[in-house]
């Protein structure tokens, strides 16, 4: 039996809830333990951390799921689905901030934009360290070491 609890039948129209795509569900943000692996571990769901450069540096987590209204399926309508990556977006795009790091990053204008507001602030006063600091941001940037102050990820698409 596929669904347990439920009139699932091979000639029935319906389909259990929790095998709706994704279109079809609206899901809560995922938990943020805001550090805290301990509590994730307890709790069974929810995010230590944010993002990650690569695939294996992610964490993914449970959401509580619910079907949108007028789609039919069988089994509870509200239930927990597995499998989505901890990343939030902020509204950081990597191509403007690095339009900000060459054509003003003397000024610190790519460390204010990302929220790196101390250091940006030094950049602007040394003139981007007499121009080193200007580079040396510019090969961070594009080496992938130099995020968003927040932890978020890059927006991809405008």
Avoid at 32 to 40: I, Q, S
Avoid at 117 to 131: E, R
Wanted: glycine share 12%; proline share 4%.
């Amino acid at each position: 039996m596929l669904c347990p609890n439920t009139d699932y039948g091979s000639h029935s129209p319906y389909i259990p809830c929790n095998y709706l795509p994704i279109e079809f569900l609206e899901c809560e943000e995922p938990y943020d333990h805001k550090g805290n692996e301990t509590a994730r571990r307890d709790m069974g769901y929810g995010c230590s951390k944010f993002g990650g450069q690569k695939y294996e540096d992610m964490q993914f987590t449970k959401r509580n799921c619910t079907v949108l209204d007028g789609i039919q399926c069988l089994g509870d309508k509200s239930f927990w689905k597995d499998g989505f990556p901890c990343v939030k977006y902020s509204g950081h795009y990597f191509v403007t901030t690095l339009l900000y790091s060459l054509l003003l990053g003397f000024l610190g204008m790519d460390r204010f934009c990302l929220g790196h507001t101390g250091t940006a602030v030094g950049k602007l006063l040394t003139l981007g360290g007499v121009g080193i600091w200007w580079i040396v941001d510019i090969v961070l940037l594009v080496t992938g070491h130099l995020m968003p102050e927040d932890g978020s990820n890059w927006m991809t698409t405008a």
